[in-house]
């Protein structure tokens, strides 16, 4: 007969991929202008190095109709970087225009980026996360918005700020690893014309607009 003091089997987990520390993965870092690597979209905008909807001869045709409007065609809302990459970070170093100050929208939305990477299984794109800042003065951050268990080759958009401009926007990517920028399959365009609610105003993140 068996004895019921039998010492149990103790259930050792697996160790997860989860705990990599990937603030310690070695990474280099992209400037978003760089198209060999990043396709930038959303805009119409032709001047070397900015991050804008508009070249400032547009801006300044605004001002005769409403000077906001040149401050709203300042934001960089509809802005995105679509790339490949199989790096397993993805690491955002920002410099902005201005801080979080619409009361009525979230830090994330108005200052923020967010990540979505294509689910070749469902045939969609699914949100991954949002920057969360670690300020270093007033108006620039880093952050780590992406984490992946391998270094599978995924492609990803990675949406603008709505209600502020982006100056300076550098992407961290793990050392060696793998960069492709991606276009749209067609080069046909959309124009949207509206009101707040076409920018993205009360939005909870940018990917939503």
């Known amino acids: 007969m068996e004895s019921n003091n039998k010492e149990k089997e103790i259930f050792v987990p697996k160790k997860w991929d989860d705990a990599l520390d990937y603030e310690k993965i070695e990474c280099k870092f992209y400037d978003g202008h760089d198209d060999s690597k990043f396709k930038l979209l959303g805009t119409i905008c032709t001047e070397k190095d900015k991050y804008s909807r508009f070249n400032q001869k547009d801006l300044n045709d605004f001002l005769p109709v409403n000077e906001n409007?040149?401050?709203?065609?300042?934001?960089?809302?509809?802005?995105?970087?679509r790339?490949?990459?199989?790096?397993?970070?993805?690491?955002?170093?920002?410099?902005e225009n201005g801080n979080w100050e619409i009361y009525n929208m979230t830090f994330y939305s108005q200052n923020g980026f967010?990540?979505?990477?294509?689910?070749?299984?469902?045939?969609?794109?699914?949100?991954?996360?949002?920057?969360?800042?670690?300020?270093?003065?007033?108006?620039?951050?880093?952050?780590?918005?992406?984490?992946?268990?391998?270094?599978?080759?995924?492609?990803?958009?990675?949406?603008?700020?709505?209600?502020?401009?982006v100056e300076k926007l550098?992407?961290?990517?793990?050392?060696n690893s793998y960069i492709e920028p991606v276009n749209y399959p067609t080069n046909e365009k959309i124009v949207c014309y509206g009101t707040s609610i076409?920018?993205?105003?009360?939005?909870?993140?940018?990917?939503l607009i």
């Open 170 to 175: 550098e992407i961290g990517l793990e050392k």
């Open 114 to 165: 967010d990540l979505y990477y294509f689910d070749e299984k469902s045939n969609k794109w699914i949100y991954h996360a949002s920057s969360t800042p670690e300020y270093y003065d007033k108006r620039a951050y880093k952050s780590t918005i992406g984490r992946f268990h391998n270094k599978k080759v995924r492609e990803f958009i990675l949406n603008f700020p709505t209600y502020t401009s």
């Open 198 to 207: 076409i920018q993205g105003g009360a939005t909870s993140r940018p990917g």
């Open 69 to 81: 409007l040149r401050w709203i065609g300042l934001n960089s809302a509809g802005l995105k970087l």
């Open 83 to 95: 790339f490949k990459t199989n790096s397993r970070v993805i690491k955002l170093n920002v410099r």
